[in-house]
């Protein structure tokens, strides 16, 4: 069916309060109790039990959308779920839309998404209570909202409904940047990706860099206004060690306070003698043993 179906049948239960026994479980103010018995986990097989997952995925199942959302009482098993798809993402990373899966707390409670607008996220939950902070196991199906930016959201999944995949396979745009949606809905995230021609960069919450540039390794990378990124190989201009690996290597001002050293016993080398005692040293160190051979000289030592 679609996203709007699975949204319009949420509507449906909105005001539905659980009940005290295994009684009227259709009604939704029959029967009124706080057992968590609910037509929610009659269709699930679990009933009583605490319900506002069974409740999310009652409503997938009955909009024809099950397969997107999955059949979930956990609502960690739920997050793993969009996870392992690429289909999650946390509160900030990106704005949510209407048909998202919204999470609370430490995946201890979950809703639908039915609409975004001024900041707010709107929602529909199952077993819990009016009001605009979070209550988990509250007993009822109620319309919420929160901030977008509220310590109580842990996050999203954005399932692949039907009807919004034939649509909306390709560029998105939010009010945090530009993305891309694959066809089974996912996005890419932190990697390159070629699209028509051009190469763009897709960060971790997956939107492609734009008016910006870095440096990796030897490269510069260049994203322009619309996330084209190009790159250019920089000069080297880094200055490269002086290493001297046999006595013969020397240059003529070192030669010979470093041979003074040797002939004194201070310095005997890797290996090898004459002109071809190993040094196996860096300009750095034979200047720290010059320095020494004249500090000695003066002290009388040599």
Not at 101 to 120: K, Q, R
Not at 209 to 223: H, I, K, M, P, R
Not at 232 to 260: C, F, G, Q, T, W
Not at 273 to 288: I, K
């Amino acid at each position: 069916m679609s996203m709007e179906k699975v949204l319009e049948i949420a509507q449906s239960w909105v005001g539905y309060l659980e009940k005290a026994s295994n009684k009227d479980l259709d009604s939704k103010t029959s029967n009124v109790g706080s057992s968590n018995w609910t037509i929610f986990g009659q269709w699930y097989g679990l009933n009583p039990a605490e319900w506002c997952d069974m409740f999310v995925s009652y409503c997938a199942d009955k909009g024809g959308e099950a397969a997107a959302v999955g059949k979930f009482a956990y609502c960690p098993s739920h997050v793993n779920f969009f996870k392992s798809r690429g289909q999650w993402f946390n509160r900030g990373d990106r704005t949510p839309q209407a048909g998202d899966i919204i999470f609370f707390g430490d995946a201890d409670h979950v809703g639908l998404v039915e609409s975004v607008s001024g900041g707010y996220v709107n929602t529909i939950e199952g077993n819990t209570r009016s009001g605009n902070t979070l209550v988990a196991n509250g007993g009822g199906v109620y319309r919420k909202s929160y901030p977008l930016t509220s310590s109580y959201i842990m996050g999203y999944g954005r399932p692949n409904y039907s009807s919004v995949s034939e649509k909306k396979t390709g560029w998105q745009k939010d009010e945090i940047g530009w993305w891309w949606r694959d066809e089974d809905g996912s996005y890419p995230r932190n990697v390159w990706r070629k699209i028509d021609g051009y190469w763009y960069f897709f960060d971790e919450s997956g939107y492609i860099l734009q008016n910006t540039s870095w440096t990796f390794g030897n490269t510069l990378y260049v994203a322009d206004a619309e996330g084209h990124v190009t790159s250019v190989e920089k000069e080297d201009n880094s200055v490269k060690e002086i290493h001297y690996n046999l006595l013969k290597e020397l240059p003529d001002m070192y030669r010979a306070p470093i041979d003074n050293l040797i002939a004194a016993g201070f310095l005997n080398g890797r290996e090898g003698a004459g002109d071809d005692l190993v040094l196996d040293m860096n300009e750095d160190s034979v200047r720290c043993l010059v320095i020494m051979s004249r500090a000695f000289e003066k002290a009388g030592i040599l």
